[in-house]
DNA sequence: TATTCGTGGGC
DNA sequence: TGCCCAAGAAT
């Protein structure tokens, strides 16, 4: 066996995470489910989502035919909502076109939705032993490290050396290895201060032993987040009922339930606003517009009434500033043949598939914790 | 090829 | 506090 592989195996036996959930299971829906899970999320944001998610919907299935809302609710606060889409999707196609089993090549794994080669090669070694390479951000930063390699990480040219590389590591037992390497990146070979005392590969880092641990992997330039600006609508009927509207599948936030939005200038999309304006400022002109915007899409007599005071969220890749509007109703009805607005009893919707800064908001209102 | 997709932890 | 980063994939 390869030297390295062989010393992050026996680091493995004695320091991996071996109580993690899902490595108490072969199952391939498991397996799969958990990759899904742990895109780009750390184990502990993920690891209470993975039990709800399994506790309701137990297998292929059952996820395959289960509500959109449903999946999305038991995603909720857990980020890049597209996931949840694909997986309902790929759910559909492992029953529909693999007989209910998760397919067993690499080729065919990749073609289920939401499914990447490093995904697929998760599954395939974990579910059923095939000695398939990952390449996830801790793998990466491994071999970065234990190699020395300068180049632009997220280069195409670097990508596909890693993979080499990753593949030429890998040893038959890559299920074991995957974790290893995994979970060595995730406790030993951290981002900033790696704990290389501790590293079972500290004779064999290249990084190490050029003393550039802690200057690798290559940082890349940051561009500046845009800042963009809106307004959530908060009515409630006579009924004490808060108005929500689904958003469409693509975007941000796809398929979500979210307060009605609006820019300043009434329309549907948050604009971007520099430093020096201030669109979200009260004035009768953006009133106006605001106004105007929602009784027209909602179909509603609307009256505004407060605003409140500006907030934030913050996304990878831009900031959204935002102020709730208050309104009255007058009259009662939504027109809508699309089904994508609805009234909810507060509690309803915070059962609904939100995204964060909108349950944070109604959680307020209905005086929950 | 470069953007677009969330959210919370940690320093 | 502000910024970086995370078990990536789709478009």
Partial sequence: MIPIAEALLDWYACHGRHDLPWRQSRDPYHLWLAEIMLQQTQVESARPYYARFLQA????????????DQVLALWSGLGY???????????QEVVTRFGGHFPNTLEAAVTLPGVGRSTAAAVLASAFGHRQAILDANARRVLIRSHAIDADPKAAATQQWLWTLASALTPEDAHGYNQAIQD??????????????????????????QGRSHALPAIVNKAPKPQRCAFFLLVVDTEGQILLEKRPDSGIWGGLWCLPQAA????????????????LED????????????????????????????QQHVF???QLRFRCVHARVWGSAVADSAATLRWHRPADALAQGLPTPIRRILRERSGGC
Avoid: K
């Avoid at 292929?60 to 959109?68: D, E, G, K």
């Avoid at 406790?187 to 500290?202: D, G």
């Fill in 264 to 279: 300043p200038d009434g329309g549907a999309f948050p604009v971007l606003c520099s430093g020096t304006l201030h669109p």
């Fill in 316 to 318: 990878t890749h831009f």
């Fill in 283 to 310: 004035t009768p002109a953006v009133r106006q517009s605001l106004q105007a915007a929602w009784s027209r899409r909602l179909g509603l007599n609307l009256q505004l009434r407060a605003l409140e005071e500006e």
């Fill in 81 to 91: 909502y597209a996931r949840a889409r694909n997986a309902q999707r790929a759910a």
């Fill in 184 to 209: 060595l990146g995730a406790m030993i070979c951290t981002p900033r201060q790696p704990r290389c005392v501790a590293c079972p590969l500290v004779d064999r880092c290249l990084a190490h032993a």
């Fill in 57 to 68: 919907l137990p297998s292929w299935q059952a996820l395959a035919a289960a509500a959109q």
